[in-house]
């Protein structure tokens, strides 16, 4: 097979950036993992995580991957200098895109929502502490969501209440925008709507990536040859149902991302 772009994330949350990567590439070759039996990597330790990610990032490199994206923002804050360091070949990460949502912020609250480990490491909160005093940026912390959504729940009364009690504790009135600091969020776009009204603004990290991966891929001669659509395949740990499930997500991402 002619060499492909790997994308890994825990579960079925980087299936959204493998639909931007393949809009905007559309003649790539595509190989996406979910690691969803060890999913939520967001309440794991440091090291589970960098040994998960390594394991799945090696794998994908010994298949011949010419670029990685860890298309999951638990395992880049975790674990994205060390593969770095490892591999001599580019691996793109996830950032929260909290300096577009400061950029418009016109004086509401900012509310990023990933997942615990995401939220305690340095990665982010150094960008906290860059971006310091430009806006109010509130941390929320979301674990069971990320189960939620590996079991196919993005809509619905359960997802919805679980989000409001999330949010209980601050003042939705305030509330300007929301950052999506985990792939597995950006299938809740229309249920934070529900819940905050069509006014509420929604960022994420997709944009950046997909136009961090077409720039080195441009820059590293890497761009493929091919005129036509090229192959995507995605596996999954857990099991083949996972799989359908991930392409069926593949398929309903752009109307849901609407
Ligand atoms: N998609 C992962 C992220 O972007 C989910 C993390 C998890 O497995 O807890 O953070």
């Known amino acids: 097979m002619e060499s492909f772009i790997g ?3 825990s579960g079925m949350g980087g299936v959204t950036v493998l639909a931007d990567l393949v809009e905007a590439m559309p003649c790539e070759n595509y190989i996406f993992y979910g690691d969803s039996i060890n999913a939520p990597y967001g309440i794991k330790s440091q090291n589970d995580i960098i040994a998960l990610t390594d394991k799945a990032v090696e794998d994908l490199i010994d298949r011949g991957a010419k670029v990685v994206v860890v298309a999951c923002n638990t395992a880049t804050s ?4 060390y593969l770095r360091d490892k591999y001599p070949i580019p691996i793109i990460g996830m950032e929260p895109a909290i300096k577009p949502a400061l950029k418009d912020n016109v004086g509401g609250h900012i509310a990023v929502m990933a997942t615990p480990m995401t939220l305690k490491l340095d990665k982010f909160n150094s960008l906290i502490d860059r971006l310091k005093g430009k806006g109010k940026v509130l941390k929320i ?9 590996e079991k196919g729940v993005i ?12 949010f209980s504790d601050y003042d939705a009135e305030k ?7 985990c792939t597995h969020f950006l299938y809740l776009k229309r249920v934070l709507m ?6 509420i603004k929604i960022y994420d990290g997709n944009i950046g990536t997909v136009n961090r991966v077409k720039q080195i891929l441009m820059e590293k001669s890497l761009v493929t ?8 395949r995605i596996e999954n740990s857990l099991s083949d149902d996972m799989v359908k499930q ?10 849901l991302k609407r």
């Open 194 to 199: 529900n819940i905050f009204g069509e006014g």
């Open 155 to 166: 809509s619905g009364n359960e997802i919805e209440s679980y989000i409001m009690e999330i």
């Open 7 to 9: 994308v890994f994330d």
């Open 175 to 181: 509330m300007e925008s929301i950052v999506l600091g």
């Open 78 to 81: 975790a674990a994205i200098n």
């Open 225 to 232: 040859d091919n005129q036509t659509k090229g192959s995507i």
């Open 141 to 149: 912390s979301s674990p069971k969501l990320v189960t939620l959504v």
């Open 246 to 255: 991930s392409f069926e997500l593949f398929n309903k991402y752009q109307e």
